[in-house]
């Protein structure tokens, strides 16, 4: 079966429409855990790209692996030139975020 052929066992979703809602799914997990982290909700955004953007061949599992990824673009504002050019710090420990849930990542490293 050519993979744009009908794909799920129902005959419902092709293959990119699968790939695509995936995408989607992979990017929006990013985007809580960066707003569970403290970043303003306001501030996130998400964009899926599905199959349509690889960055390596899929016709081996080491290129389908590189392919399912999630990308992530920080964008800063003028604040963290202006703390540069006052203190002289270009990096800086991440702040205390006392009222973020815990992840899964930190319950696994206390084990």
């Not at 909700?41 to 692996?65: L, Y």
């Not at 992530?72 to 050019?85: L, P």
């Amino acid at each position: 079966m050519h993979q744009d052929e009908r794909w799920a066992k129902d005959g419902s979703q092709t293959w990119p429409d699968y790939s695509q809602a995936l995408s989607k799914r992979r990017a929006e997990a990013a985007a809580r855990l960066l707003i569970e982290a403290g970043l303003p909700a306001d501030r996130v955004f998400t964009v899926s790209r599905g199959p349509d953007v690889p960055i390596a061949d899929n016709k081996s599992r080491e290129g389908q692996s590189r392919n399912r990824r999630v990308e992530i673009d920080v964008k800063t504002t003028g604040a963290v030139e202006k703390v540069h050019r006052e203190t002289g710090v270009v990096e800086a420990p991440a702040p205390a975020t006392p009222n973020r849930k815990p992840t899964k990542a930190d319950r696994k490293s206390k084990s």
